[in-house]
C-alpha cells in the first residue's frame, strides 16, 4: 500500500508535537518539584508564607506578595537568617519571624506541596 509522503508527514509531525507537549509537560511537573524541596509554608498571624531554604539563605513569600532574602548568620544552635531588617530563627520546624523587635512564632510550618497541574 502506499501512502502519499504529505499526509505521512503532516501524520509524522503531529505525532511529534504530541510526543513534545507531553515531555513538556512532564519537564514542568519535575520542575515544580524540584522547586518545592526544602521549601515550607507556615502560618504567620492567620496568613500563608513560604519559606524556601537554598545555600546559606532562606527566601521568603510573604501574604502580600513581597519577596524578601534572608543570608545565614552563626546561631548557638538551631538556624539563623538575617538581612539586617528582618530575622528568621528557630529549631527544625519552630520558627520565628522578627521585624522591628518583635518577634512572632511561625505557626503549622509543614513541606510546600505545589499545586496539581491540569493533565
Do not use: W
Not at 30 to 41: L, S, V
Not at 87 to 100: A, C, F, P, S, V
Request: with cysteine; glycine share 8%.
Amino acid at each position: 500500500m502506499h501512502v502519499p509522503a504529505r499526509p505521512l508527514l503532516l501524520l509524522l509531525a503531529l505525532a511529534a508535537a504530541g510526543v513534545a507537549v507531553s515531555g513538556c509537560q512532564e519537564m514542568k511537573k519535575k520542575e515544580a518539584e524540584e522547586a518545592a524541596k526544602n521549601t515550607f509554608a507556615c502560618q504567620l498571624e492567620g496568613e500563608r508564607v513560604l519559606i524556601k531554604f537554598d545555600a546559606g539563605e532562606a527566601r521568603l513569600l510573604l501574604p502580600g506578595g513581597d519577596r524578601v532574602i534572608l543570608y545565614q548568620i552563626a546561631a548557638a544552635s538551631g538556624v539563623r537568617f538575617t538581612n539586617g531588617y528582618m530575622e528568621l530563627r528557630g529549631k527544625g520546624m519552630d520558627l520565628q519571624l522578627i521585624r522591628e523587635s518583635v518577634a512572632v512564632r511561625l505557626l503549622d510550618c509543614l513541606p510546600y506541596v505545589p499545586p496539581a497541574t491540569p493533565d
